[in-house]
Structures are given as structure tokens and as C-alpha cells.
């Protein structure tokens, strides 16, 4: 079984700056990409950004400048600073793991999200 857990996410005046983090356990054999969706109220689910194992990133447009992705291997866990934040970056934020387990094929895996609310 392989879990992902996020944390970080919280109400910050637009502006201000988070940072999320996720964490993957379980009987993990190796982790692909990971990244980093969001799913606003009445919206549908849309890639925020993503990164390699070897730690080459993508970025959606509406990001790009503010916002970081970053992984550290060793811990199994992505993280994604968010600077300059705006309104409309208000959403609950999920994270992604294409994982191969110890008894599992190579699937992907959804934390159960984080809300973050921009707001003043």
C-alpha cells in the first residue's frame, strides 16, 4: 500500500508566499514523476507543476515565476513553494506519485489534498 499525505496548506493574504509538502509511504520500490494539481471550486482539476526523478520540472503557464517544485529523494517527498500568491490560486491543492511498489505495478497515486485559500 502506498500513501500520500500532504501538508502545508492554509489562508495567506494575496502577496504572501507557501510552501506544501508531500510525503509518499508504504512499500515503495520507486517513484517517477511527482507533481502537483489544483481543483477550484466549480472548476475542473488542472496540473500545477510537475517534476522528474532526475529533477527536471514543468510548469503550467499561470505559475511559472512564482511558483518552485522540488523533490527530495531520500524522503520520498515533493514540495511546492508558492510566492506572489494570488486570489485566484485559491484551491485545494493535490499531490501526484507514479509509483512502481514492492507489490504493485507502476500506477499513479493521489494525496487526499490541502486547501489553500488566498484571501485578505
Known amino acids: 500500500q502506498v500513501q500520500l499525505v500532504e501538508s502545508g496548506g492554509s489562508l495567506v493574504q494575496p502577496g504572501g508566499s507557501l510552501r506544501l509538502s508531500c510525503a509518499t509511504s508504504?512499500?515503495?520500490?520507486?517513484?517517477?514523476?511527482m507533481g502537483w494539481y489544483r481543483q477550484a471550486p466549480g472548476k475542473q482539476r488542472e496540473l500545477v507543476a510537475t517534476i522528474t526523478s532526475g529533477g527536471g520540472s514543468y510548469y503550467a503557464d499561470s505559475v511559472k515565476g512564482r511558483f518552485t517544485i522540488s523533490r527530495d529523494n531520500a524522503k520520498n517527498t515533493v514540495y511546492l513553494q508558492m510566492n506572489s500568491l494570488k486570489p485566484e490560486d485559491t484551491a485545494v491543492y493535490y499531490c501526484?506519485?507514479?509509483?512502481?511498489?514492492?507489490?504493485?505495478?507502476?500506477?499513479?497515486?493521489w494525496g487526499q489534498g490541502t486547501q489553500v485559500t488566498v484571501s485578505s
Open positions: 501526484n506519485a507514479d509509483v512502481v511498489g514492492y507489490y504493485s505495478d507502476r500506477q499513479a497515486y
Open positions: 508504504g512499500s515503495i520500490l520507486n517513484i517517477y514523476a
